[in-house]
């Protein structure tokens, strides 16, 4: 059993392959978080602790023991108001004014199967839930906290569930899903921060005592920060030490956090961020959080991403499923921008035949009088300027040249210059009265209220009905301000944000189960939204609006920290790039956006013949692979952002490996060169240190464990951003 209850000690045991996560019901009937690591057997963990008695560490109520206070106990769900003076996890206001809370063990239960959260993404299946009903006495508000097992991944996933038992209002003001106090502070925080064209750089610093938090106030997951933080021992590395991580499933503001207080010890925890956010729930009424997905490794991070990105493989909405590989797509989008007709998009289409590619994808400008980004957000008709006869020749063209076609939407948005918003100005996000922000020149439209989430599944679902799409890339392109709704009542509008999100995938869960046979990427400016909430409906996102293979590297490394390269977008786009002007080869944009769902977002017609002979060679290289990259395990080798020039090393190497270690795909890229450097030897992983390897590339066999041990060479001649592949395969 994954989970397991010892009635003498009061223990709970959670097992996964690897791993247990002990917790108890201590004294007084508080939970006491006991441990999170490496596995043991069943055990009675009693004698670990020592809590040192220390003054100004309250008591708790009923009790004048020097060591009984919640200051000192390590906590499962904190509260706030009887001792513990860390952040908690929940926080709650009654209609007297208390905010007090002292939440005790009521009850549990281990259930076979998980409930889903409703109106949530979550990960489905599991092997073993266990729920815990914790109340405060002197109200009754009930707090249920639930923990699922996914063994095989090493992964637990969180969340909870606040229930108004009381008999008068209540007010939430913050609810996380997952808090772990573990026993030190001597850990390197990870985190990935970024910006629009910079998404998901790898940060790493050692925990300060305080409070480190991470955090989207954006309502967006955002460009900006991650919902992901890791606390990762200092020696640990890709391959060795211990790591714990945790994201969350949703897309929404969030916080990520580690405090380290004055006895060195580290609460971790992640959740809907609590800035700018309250919910008011009626007698009888909950409040579920987002599902919090953790994973211990003591193998260094690249574990800790295979456990992710495995369990998010396996369990997490439409990335199940990946013996499909994502189609490989040409987009239109910097190719014309917003210029372009009928015929030149026959003529675009139609320089695609031969090359190998399955789908073309119509971007932005196709709708309203859309010419530029000033207007028609909303107006989900044809711009009968630029398609006279409407979608359907261009879908014409798409079937005759052998390819599917797909469309650009934004739904959540609308411009100034709409009819939509000249019949409905109160459906966007803003305040009456009051002059607001545009963000691109448009409003976010307000997902909070139900008639805007049922005029979207309408609009859009009749899009759908009416043309052969079999592809949408789902855009947003700005990020909320004037958090006001003109739908809620005063005392609801610190829900606005929440409110969105849930009715975001009200919509999305609609549309995908009306339309299952359409593939959903999910944009934001790129990778503004790169979360396990958006990917649960969409299972590919584009990674970034940079779409330079060079930058790519860092964006796309980050990326997979927690992400399965699968579901990122990267194409393959003209030189000089449009973002950042540098010239990079076409072999080099080739394997890094083969590394991932792969497409091109370059015109044909621009290109010499050897160049559309390359492009029909790159998919069929891509397509021998792609299997790989969908669902093999990834291996990351060298890092973009440890590169040291003058050894040679300024350079990035990853790899894909099948599940039964018979094959892999190794890219290597070199940044800037050298002259003089020492030679540069990459050490492989995941291969069976047992078995020989063909290298087609190198036409020569190698042992497995040559390649792990002793590594690979590199030639000395490489020249700036020129990158290699290799493709193994087990001998015998
Ligand atoms: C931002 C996206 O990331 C781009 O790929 C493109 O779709 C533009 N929006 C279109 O406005």
Redesign the pocket.
Known sequence: MPITYQSETRTFQLDTAHTSYIFRVYKGNYLFHEYWGRRLRPVDLTRLFRTCPTGFSPNWAGSTAPDESLDLIPAEYPFYGTGDYRSPAVEAAFSDGSRLLDLKYVSHAILPAKPPLPGLPSLDGGDATLEVTLADPTTGLTVVVSYTVYEDSDVITRHARVVNTTDDIVRVSRALSASVDLPSMDYDLIGLYGAHLRERQVDRRPLRHGMQALESRRGASSHQMNPFLALAAPNADETAGEVYGATLIYSGNFLAAAEADGFCTTRMQIGLNPFDFSWKLEPGESFVTPEAVLTYSAEGLGRMSRNFHRVFREHLGRVKGTDRPNPIVINN?EATYFDFDEEKLKALIQSCRGLGIDTFVL??GWFGHRDN?TTSLGDWFVHRGKLPDGLKPVIDCCRENGMKFGL?VEPEMVSEDSELYRAHPDWAIRQEGRPFCLGRNQLVLDLSRPEVVAYLKETIGRLLEENDISYI?W?M?RHITDQYSAGLPADRQPELLHRYMLGLYDLLGDLTSRFPQVVFEG?S??GGRFDAGMLYYMPQT?TS?NSDAIERLKIQWGTSLVYPPRCMTAHVSAVPNHQIGRVTPFGTRGLVAMSASFGYELNPLSLSEEERAAIAEQTASYRSVSDLVAQGDFYRLASPFEGRAEAGADDAAWMFVSPDRGRAFMVYVLRLATPGAPARRIKLQGLDPQAVYHIDELDADFGGDELMFAGLATPYAMRDFEALSFTLTRKG
Do not use: F, P, T
Request: aromatic fraction near 24%; charged fraction near 45%; hydrophobic fraction near 25%.
């Open positions: 989008w971007d932005d980004d650009w890339k855009d392109n944009c400016g790129g584009w609006d």
